[in-house]
């Protein structure tokens, strides 16, 4: 590395590695496997089932890019598209740790902290990862139990509850647009459910923006 290469240099340096590094693994591995027992894909069945998802995935790509690098910083960004789980493990980690060092993500010591509060969640997500892999059998049991059924529904709405009181309480006027939309559709779209999470934030997010702004320019906000 260069002396004069600044910090920013540095992290779109190693990241765009590391990201370039683990799409190669993660192509590697079917490669490898067709390789050891000696088969191909179904071409015609890979290609059509390419373009009947593809687009959708590269258009949650893009929107989630725009979304997600402004509240992560670039770091974060590259840290979190590798490690993964962004809205519900990343995102609120790198936001609870901006908020309590009262930093922005674009300033450099929220790179900082974002950066290193979502290596230590991948971290600890991996430990208790493998912690449960080793405890899985004696533990099922009591997992499997119906009691405990209900709490495990219940997870990822008291985790983004708890976020959301925080930023709802800062100011309430800006929350009623999103969370009017979002139980509208997901009351009368039954289809919308936790697997279209990825899609349905970044539209969230765009609509809160747009109905921020008028509001901003309607005078409703202080």
Not at 119 to 136: E, H, P, Y
Not at 186 to 208: D, E, K, R, S, Y
Request: glycine share 8%.
């Amino acid at each position: 590395m260069k002396k004069n290469t600044t910090y920013m240099d540095s992290v779109h340096t190693w990241g765009r590695i590391w990201n370039l590094s683990m799409m190669l693994i993660l192509l590697a591995f079917p490669v490898v496997v067709c390789l050891l027992y000696g088969v191909l894909p179904d071409w015609k069945g890979l290609v059509l089932g390419l373009f009947a998802t593809a687009p959708m995935y590269w258009a949650v790509g893009v929107i989630e890019t725009i979304t997600y690098i402004p509240m992560l910083g670039a770091g974060g960004s590259y840290l979190s598209f590798v490690t993964g789980n962004i809205s519900s493990l990343k995102l609120p980690c790198a936001i609870n740790a901006l908020e309590q060092t009262g930093v922005k993500a674009s300033s450099e010591e929220g790179e900082v902290v974002s950066t290193v509060a979502i290596a230590v969640s991948s971290i600890v997500t991996t430990l208790i990862i493998l912690l449960g892999v080793i405890l899985i059998v004696p533990l099922s049991p009591l997992l499997s139990a119906p009691v405990l059924a209900p709490a495990f529904a219940q997870i990822l709405p008291a985790l983004f509850g708890g976020l959301g009181v925080v930023f709802v309480s800062r100011n309430w006027k800006i929350a009623i647009a999103p969370v009017t939309l979002m139980l509208i559709l997901f009351v009368c779209v039954p289809a919308l459910n936790a697997g279209t999470v990825g899609i349905m934030v970044p539209v969230g997010v765009v609509f809160t923006l747009l109905v921020s702004r008028l509001m901003y320019k309607k005078g409703w906000l202080n």
